[in-house]
């Protein structure tokens, strides 16, 4: 089981930057494929990005490409999403997942349904 506790969300203005965590409980983190998602208000639920387990490999959503970057500290069992230039179409609560499947087809991670673990969901405002 894996527990996931996102943080660093917030209310700031447009242009302006946040850097979210996702911290994983668990001692086989650098195993796990992790990705973010958001979800506004009447909306599905989004695919933001991705980073497969070596960090080499990410993908991203291409409304954020260019402005948002994923990464990884294993040792601290922790994903981070920086966000930069953020607009007001950004405003989503934003979720870490984690999965430990593998699939030879690594874009098979930007799809939600391959995740088996979710954290509570961090809101992020981005007033004009």
Not at 7 to 34: D, I, N
Request: net charge positive; aromatic share 14%.
């Amino acid at each position: 089981q894996v527990q996931l506790v996102e943080s660093g969300g917030g209310l700031v203005q447009a242009g302006g930057s946040l850097r979210l965590s996702c911290a994983a409980s668990g001692r086989t983190f650098s195993r796990y494929a992790m990705g973010w998602f958001r979800q506004a208000p009447g909306k599905e639920r989004e695919f933001v990005a991705a980073i497969i387990w070596s960090s080499s490999t990410t993908y991203y959503v291409d409304s954020v490409k260019g402005r948002f970057t994923i990464s990884r500290d294993n040792a601290k069992n922790t994903v981070f999403l920086q966000m930069n230039s953020l607009k007001p179409e950004d405003t989503a609560v934003y979720y870490c997942a984690a999965t430990i499947k593998y699939y030879s087809s690594t874009t098979s991670y930007t799809n939600g349904n391959v995740y088996d673990y979710w954290g509570q969901g961090t809101q992020v405002t981005v007033s004009s």
